[in-house]
């Protein structure tokens, strides 16, 4: 992505998120600090390159997550004009639970013995593995699950929003994309969901040209 917005024409500044890369950090915390970060480096853009610079926040997956919170984040310099939402998902609680009642559901149709299946389910119980998930963040990042909602930020945004999904997306449902383009307050705003089979989970771009032009 970074290879074909620099071939059109435009600057690309590569930021590592938190314990991804060289970035400090030992937890991952799904962008919820990302509206400060991405705030920080979008001033440092400014004073590089002058104030008037026009920015626009692009993510992919995570990545998509991260840029969607930051769009309502009040300590954004007025440079950033717009964001673009990759295969973001809209609540972090909401798809936790999704996964873990997929992997429950696959366990329980799994050809093995009943009585595995019932230590296996009893192991995944879907309420008990999203508590301590959500205890552990709670310890580590001072954040709870329910916090962590890009939805929630976008409905804070009047940034022009441009939101890619797939349909074959079984990692993350179209529908999470449905959702952050519903709950944006912008009033120029695009909602690009292709269809067809693209090979799944952030598998837009396949459709090059499109991509380039959308």
């Given amino acids: ?57 692009y993510g992919l997956s995570m990545g998509a997550g991260s840029v969607t919170q930051a769009a309502g984040a009040s300590q954004l310099p007025s440079s950033v004009k717009g964001v673009i939402d990759d295969c973001s998902y809209s ?3 909401d798809l936790l639970s ?29 309420t008990a593995l999203l508590h301590d998930v959500d205890l552990q963040l709670q310890a580590k990042q001072q954040v709870t699950l ?31 994309s449905v959702a952050n383009y519903n709950a944006s307050d912008a009033i120029n705003k695009q909602f690009w969901l292709l269809d067809g089979k693209l090979d799944g989970h952030a598998s837009a771009s396949r459709d090059f040209f499109d991509y380039q032009t959308s």
Avoid: C
């Fill in 146 to 176: 329910a916090e962590i909602s890009p939805q929630a930020q976008l409905a804070k945004s009047k940034l022009p929003l441009l939101v890619i999904h797939t349909l074959d997306d079984q990692l993350i449902p179209y529908e999470e």
């Fill in 1 to 57: 992505m970074a290879k074909m917005f620099y071939e059109m024409g435009y600057n690309v500044l590569l930021p590592d998120q938190r314990d991804h890369g060289l970035s400090d950090g030992k937890e991952v915390d799904f962008g919820y600090r990302a509206p400060e970060d991405l705030s920080n480096w979008a001033k440092r853009v400014d004073q590089t390159v002058g104030t008037d610079s026009q920015i626009t926040l």
């Fill in 91 to 93: 609540s972090m609680s």
């Fill in 98 to 126: 999704d996964k873990v009642n997929q992997l429950v559901a696959s366990v329980e149709s799994a050809p093995i013995g009943q009585d595995a299946i019932k230590q296996v389910v009893n192991l995944l119980n879907p």
